[in-house]
């Protein structure tokens, strides 16, 4: 069975500070790679995936991450941090001999960004 | 184009007691998976459903069950409710199995007294 650790559970950053959030996981087959987040008082919500190709991922609102196969890393990254990034991420693994959507999740990271 | 719709949205129960959730994915949707959301375990994965049909299973005791209809609406149970039962029941549709997007619903949240 497949498990997603993040590293951090709560964040504290000041506006355009840069912004990364580890996520392992472990797993020994093949798998898709996702960041979820959940803004306050909205729904979880998909940020960016990796299922192939470029190891480096970009998502909404200038955020990407990059697959480091070797490390089992999706590290999550923001090179300048706004107030309203401010909200829980969460790291989640598929794998791909599941043929359906079950996705393992981390444990999540509340970032909070001070403006 | 409506989002995934859960209901009720909150829910007080006794121990022992049964209750049945609902999630009614986007349309056109036919993929529906469900999730148990607590602070101590985080988001865990329950079942997904498939034109009518369970496709995964999380590691939940079979207190813990679930249907598709053919509308792809769905509904979750637990029986002989606990309180460690209490958590956010979250559902997530996707076009199908193994979309690259799971659209999820705002939860049920669950209380059990």
């Known amino acids: 069975a497949q498990s997603v650790s993040q590293h951090n559970h709560h964040v504290i950053l000041s506006e355009a500070a840069s912004l990364e959030l580890g996520c392992n996981y472990s797993?020994?087959?093949?798998?898709?790679l996702f960041w979820y987040v959940q803004y306050p008082g909205q729904h979880l919500q998909l940020l960016l995936k990796?299922?192939?190709?470029?190891?480096l991922v970009k998502g909404i609102k200038g955020f990407e991450a990059e697959f480091i196969k070797s490390k089992f890393s999706f590290n999550l990254r923001k090179p300048s941090v706004q107030w309203s990034d401010t909200a829980e991420y969460f790291c989640?693994?598929?794998?791909?001999?599941?043929?359906?959507?079950?996705?393992?999740f981390g444990g999540g990271t509340r970032l909070m960004v001070k403006p | 184009k409506a989002g995934v719709t859960q209901t009720p949205r909150y829910l007080i129960k006794t121990r022992g007691q049964q209750v049945t959730l609902s999630c009614s994915p986007i349309?056109?949707?036919?993929?529906v998976s469900w999730y148990q959301q607590t602070p101590g375990q985080g988001l865990q994965f329950l079942f997904e459903?498939?034109?009518?049909?369970?496709?995964n299973k999380g590691n939940f005791p079979g207190r813990f069950s679930g249907r598709q209809f053919s509308n792809s609406r769905s509904e979750m149970n637990v029986s002989t409710l606990e309180l460690g039962d209490s958590a956010l029941y979250l559902c997530?549709?996707?076009?199908?199995?193994?979309?690259?997007?799971?659209?999820f619903g705002s939860g049920t949240q669950l209380s059990v007294l």
């Open positions: 990796y299922f192939s190709g470029d190891p």
């Open positions: 349309s056109g949707h036919r993929s």
């Open positions: 997530a549709s996707s076009a199908e199995p193994g979309d690259e997007k799971l659209f």
């Open positions: 797993y020994g087959g093949t798998v898709n």
């Open positions: 459903y498939f034109s009518e049909t369970q496709r």
């Open positions: 989640a693994v598929n794998a791909l001999d599941n043929a359906g959507n079950m996705l393992t």
